[in-house]
């Protein structure tokens, strides 16, 4: 019988499964597109990078999970794709004329990591007669230029701040994701984009595909500057994982590339989450300043004399006490049933944790109680032990109210 195999565990970046196995072993290589050195001695000096490839066992992709996109010294050296070979130069003049299919008359192409600049340059001057094409390009590495109806810019695509401002046609981004470090991360803030603005983002994406690695066992694709080697299950995986839906997933130049037409929807769901959210943080931000006025109130008697108890000093009490404010020279007095918890302090403010039969020889006012689902119980706690109160809070929609005569669902 052979032995189990081995696992490792890492965050997937083409679907976010958690547990990989390994897969390519290899002793650390230099940079081979990067480094650029300029000696022989330089050459041979060059810093080596942990490169060994591990397997999603969700969807199979494969990745380096010791890359670390910091020391690839993009600043440094442009990272260009080799685009005039015979065949590639069709391929690419047959995608720059299919996109014009796709797209309004007068459309805006906003592409990722333009590098030199060339196949927004090219796709621009495929424009079909009487057509004017709008093309953007973002590289923070790469060549840049402002002409009529070409923009190259030395920045970053944030998908949030520059999708509602340029309103693109087609985003395009071709062997990029790849080099990232979480590009599923990077699709799903698209995909979001799209809920938040109400509005389809059509966009392509283009892979090197190594299913051909699979099947004739060749290692030469396997380097540390490519994070991600994309299979055509992995990278579907990938696009489906963040939000979009494939119109088209194809192959190119001799099925080493895989691409794919992808559509980021609306998404409900998408939007009940956030408007949901929305209301929920507009909700509790207006309800900090409500409890701490009562709290302040409650301050005050305290200085007057009064006793007012929390019940509780760790856990969701804790939080309650952080949250609103409440300090030891307000709230001193914080009880709790649970002995293990006594004679300990609330993290945060300081206040001793007391055993509960404190209350029995300094009856309270008020008792605030943090944890509401709990606060029956404790009422029959409070009451079993003989403590005497006049008032028992509890936190509900957005202020403090009387557990015993006011409506709550507890």
């Known amino acids: 019988m052979s032995e189990p195999q081995q696992l ?4 997937c970046p083409a679907c976010g499964f958690h547990v990989a196995t390994p897969f390519f072993d290899s002793e650390p290589q230099p940079l081979v597109t990067q480094a650029w050195p300029a000696t022989s001695e330089e050459a041979r000096n060059a810093l080596r990078y942990a490169c060994s490839f591990v397997r999603c066992l969700g969807c199979g992709h494969i990745y380096n999970p010791d890359f670390d996109y910091r020391n690839v010294p993009y600043t440094e050296k442009p990272n260009l794709m080799f685009n005039r070979g ?8 047959e995608l720059q004329e299919k996109l014009f299919t796709l797209v309004p008359k007068n459309p805006t192409f906003v592409e990722i990591g333009h590098g030199d600049g060339s196949f927004l340059q090219g796709l621009k001057a495929c424009a079909p007669g009487g057509s004017t094409a709008r093309c953007i390009g973002f590289d923070p590495h790469g060549a840049v230029c402002s002409e009529p109806g070409m923009e190259l810019l030395a ?5 949030e701040q520059h999708i509602p401002k340029l309103h693109p046609d087609m985003v395009l981004a071709r062997h990029v994701l790849e080099h990232l470090d979480n590009p599923l991360e990077f699709l799903q803030h698209i995909a979001v984009t799209a809920t938040l603005y109400g509005k389809p983002i059509r966009a392509y994406f283009e892979v090197p595909c190594v299913d051909r690695v699979l099947e004739t066992g060749r ?3 396997f380097y540390y500057e490519h994070r ?8 579907a995986t990938m696009l489906r994982e963040s939000g979009g839906t494939i119109i088209e997933l194809g192959h190119s130049y001799q099925s080493e590339v895989v691409y794919a037409f992808v559509l980021f929807d609306v998404s409900a769901d998408m939007q009940a989450v956030l408007r949901t959210a929305s209301v929920y943080r507009e909700k509790t931000a207006a309800s900090l300043g409500t409890i701490r006025a009562q709290l302040s109130e409650l301050a005050r008697r305290v200085a007057l004399g009064e006793v007012v108890a929390i019940w509780g000093g760790v856990g969701k009490a804790a939080a309650f006490i952080n949250r609103y404010r409440c300090s030891a020279s307000d709230f001193a007095l914080v009880v709790d049933s649970d002995k293990e918890k006594i004679n300990s302090y609330v993290p945060g403010m300081g206040q001793k944790i007391l055993f509960r039969d404190t209350l ?8 605030i109680i943090p944890a509401q689902w709990r606060a029956r119980d404790i009422l029959l706690e409070i009451r079993t032990s003989g403590i005497a109160f006049r008032q028992l809070l509890i936190e509900h929609n957005g202020r403090l109210i009387d557990f015993l005569s006011d409506v709550h669902p507890y």
């Open 86 to 93: 015979k065949v590639w130069s069709g391929i690419i003049r």
């Open 8 to 11: 490792v565990s890492g965050r």
């Open 360 to 367: 029995r020889t300094t009856p309270p006012d008020v008792i």
């Open 155 to 159: 920045d970053l695509f944030l998908p």
């Open 228 to 235: 991600s080697q994309f299979t055509s299950d992995s990278f």
């Open 219 to 221: 290692t030469t694709d």
